[in-house]
């Protein structure tokens, strides 16, 4: 009576827009048997797009629907499905609801068993060591009981370890951070692109900051401008700078 089924992300296409907050449903008369069908059916919603969200690599994900101690019974109306605690994909809780005369409230445990290709070290790295391309590769994994995995090895590049990192370990957001690249005080340069000109000027910075960072600088003018942390000792201004055919303000 309870399915379980792998499925890939590329066979749920149709469910890719529907937002989370939106419930599966299924008019009445609904059979008992059915009721974990609609609930499996929410789950697969939610994991897809979770997975999509999440940027995963080559997603693929199994679906258990577990049975409560209570005793189930048909819906002579419609029956919704929502989830009701989903941050762990391990171990969901999905509610089904009877709607009209009689109707009723039943709760499921619904487990999702999902791997990708994620990010993992693919050598030992020391605390505060930044990571480059070579440190990083990609392999499948399962995910289940992680939040906070990445499938894509360009946003790790240039972050390091709040501690050391081993080869094999999956890498997780929460063990990373971005290094500092400009320090409060430390001479800059400002690199300003407008379509194909850019110009590049000295200034100090007035705070510190990681890549992407928005910090205050003072150029060789004396003018405390806004400025995104670029690299290591460069930023660029949040405003392009005026063309000749600018007018000015």
């Not at 029956?79 to 605690?85: D, I, L």
């Not at 060591?129 to 090895?153: F, M, N, Q, Y």
């Not at 205050?216 to 690299?231: D, H, L, Q, W």
Request: proline share 6%; net charge positive; with cysteine.
């Amino acid at each position: 009576m309870f399915n379980k089924s792998i499925v890939t992300v590329s066979a749920l296409m149709s469910l890719c827009c529907i937002p989370f907050s939106v419930a599966w449903s299924a008019a009445g008369p609904v059979a008992a048997a059915q009721v974990p069908v609609i609930v499996e059916a929410a789950a697969r919603q939610h994991i897809a797009r979770w997975a999509e969200n999440a940027g995963l690599v080559e997603p693929q994900f199994g679906i258990t629907v577990v049975p409560g101690t209570r005793p189930l019974t048909g819906c002579a109306g419609p029956v919704t499905a929502q989830g009701a605690e989903t941050r762990l994909p391990a171990r969901m809780r999905f509610v089904a609801v009877c709607a009209g005369n009689n109707g009723w409230r039943y709760e499921f445990i619904v487990r999702a068993q999902v791997s990708a290709r994620i990010v993992v070290m693919a050598s030992d790295l020391a605390p505060g060591k930044v990571l480059a391309d070579e440190d990083v590769l990609l392999e499948r994994h399962d995910i289940s009981s992680i939040t906070d995995s990445i499938g894509d090895p360009g946003e790790v590049v240039g972050m390091s370890g709040k501690r050391g990192l081993r080869a094999g370990e999956v890498l997780r957001r929460a063990v990373l951070t971005a290094p500092t690249l400009v320090k409060r005080g430390q001479p800059v340069v400002i690199v300003a692109r407008h379509e194909q000109i850019e110009v590049s000027m000295a200034g100090d910075a007035l705070d510190s900051g990681a890549r992407g960072d928005v910090v205050r600088v003072r150029n060789a003018n004396g003018t405390v401008i806004r400025a995104r942390v670029a690299g290591a000792g460069t930023v660029t201004p949040l405003t392009a700078p005026a063309t000749a055919n600018s007018p000015s303000e």
